[in-house]
């Protein structure tokens, strides 16, 4: 079984450049999590989707960071414009529901200069 | 609000002996799950452990077993004949039936000597 696909592993932008991440979540998951760890804390959530609708998007700084999972499936994760205390890494997470393991990603390491 | 606390930001082991990781919780709620996840270099998070809250019974995996104290609110996890492979971040987590969201702690650094 494939597990869930993040891209890119490592991405390095100037402030106030934008960019974004993108995940595909094991095939069949409905529950998308996106969370954002800062180094030496834990992950953070950012936006939980069931299917493509948004569950919880309290976390989410919306001026500048928005997320979408089209079609239920796929989902990109975009910051615009970043911020140099954006520099973390981005991890993407997919379960068969809401109540079992959540399966992780490899995450992408933002580095924002 | 539910909260997750680690309080040791770092533990040692020898190699096959035991450590023990503390993970301490506060919520309102009564039907939750915790977790214990592994975070190696490769920053991928693996599900080492989970337990139900409704269930007294401690729960186990080969090496790794868990002492869930439901009223106090701790979540302990013990790793025995530790392997230099257990080296890794451990993270204690809170799912709430409710929400299902995950809410970490600041994790364990767990270092194994040989």
């Known amino acids: 079984e494939a597990g869930v696909a993040q891209s890119p592993r490592y991405k390095i932008i100037e402030k106030r450049q934008s960019v974004a991440f993108w995940c595909n979540p094991i095939?069949?998951?409905?529950?998308l999590y996106w969370y954002q760890q800062i180094l030496g804390q834990g992950p953070k959530l950012l936006i939980q989707?069931?299917?493509?609708?948004?569950?919880?998007d309290s976390q989410l700084p919306k001026d500048r960071f928005s997320a979408e999972r089209l079609k239920g499936v796929d989902s990109t994760l975009k910051i615009q414009p970043a911020k140099l205390e954006d520099s973390a890494v981005y991890l993407c997470?997919?379960?068969?529901?809401?109540?079992?393991?959540?399966?992780f990603g490899q995450g992408t390491r933002l580095t924002v200069v | 609000a539910q909260t997750v606390t680690q309080s040791q930001p770092e533990m040692s082991v020898q190699e096959a002996e035991t450590v023990t990781l503390s993970c301490t919780y506060d919520?309102?709620?009564?039907?939750?799950?915790l977790f214990w996840y592994k975070q190696p270099p490769s920053r991928q998070m693996i599900l080492v452990i989970r337990?139900?809250?409704?269930?007294?019974q401690n729960a186990t995996e080969n090496r790794f077993s868990v002492n869930f104290q439901k009223a106090a609110k701790s979540f302990s996890l013990k790793i025995s004949d530790s392997q230099l492979g257990d080296a890794a971040m451990y993270f204690c987590?809170?799912?709430?039936?409710?929400?299902?969201?995950?809410?970490f702690g600041t994790g364990t650094r767990l270092k194994v000597l040989a």
């Open positions: 919520t309102s709620e009564s039907d939750y799950y």
């Open positions: 997470a997919s379960s068969t529901d809401m109540n079992t393991e959540a399966f």
């Open positions: 337990q139900e809250a409704y269930k007294q």
């Open positions: 987590a809170y799912s709430s039936s409710g929400t299902y969201k995950y809410i």
């Open positions: 095939s069949g998951h409905a529950t």
């Open positions: 989707f069931q299917n493509n609708g948004v569950v919880d």
